[in-house]
């Protein structure tokens, strides 16, 4: 786990699918004051250790159900912390671990994080909105879009999602975020700095290459 911003650090990245190491996961970690959280999930006991070497968490934030998986009642089980994911992903989520906290609708937690529910990728995928006290904005995206070695992206899976989806990047569109980080990319980087207008530019590239996966 590395140190990126003075409260966010970033797990070493997992290689998800089989025969496409180019494709990467990572987890965050948003340390504070007040119990620290996890967003997205890493299923490497290393970085299970480097969690609880910070202080363990208090809460884990799912982004949608590709991070399901046996670590989720690894690390919910380890450190006693809640499982929080959209009210739509219950059932997939649940064959892992209880979901302790669900989520329908646009809210914050903890005074600095907001939920925003962006379906289309999958039918809960959430973004989560971190206004750092540090000073900084943090928007994980999760796969409602993610970098492709360097390219700005996003993905459904039938061709009846295209309108929610693109519905759910205008929302994103009007923000404002300093850093972008998505749960997968292919190749790196996996997040990205954002200067003055690079987070609309970088929407309206995906859109524009807005694809819907093979089957």
Known sequence: MRQIYPDLWQTHADNPIPGAPEVNTHAYLLTRPGGNLLFYATGQKSEHQAIADLGGITHQYLS????????????????GSK??????EREDVAVAAPVDILLSRREVHHGIV?????????????C????????RRYLLTGDTIFLNRGRWETLIFRKEDRDTL???LQLLWALEPDVVLSSASVGEPAFREMGPG??????????EGLKVAAS
Request: aromatic share 8%; charged share 15%.
């Open 166 to 168: 693109i519905e759910s």
């Open 83 to 88: 499982l929080v994911a959209h009210e739509a």
């Open 128 to 135: 989560y909105f971190i206004h750092s006290p540090h000073g």
């Open 64 to 79: 949608h159900r590709d991070e399901v998986g046996p670590h989720l009642a690894t690390i919910r089980n380890r450190f």
């Open 198 to 207: 690079g987070w609309q530019l970088a929407v309206d590239q995906a859109l």
């Open 114 to 126: 907001e939920v925003i529910p962006t379906p289309g990728h999958s039918p809960g995928s959430v």
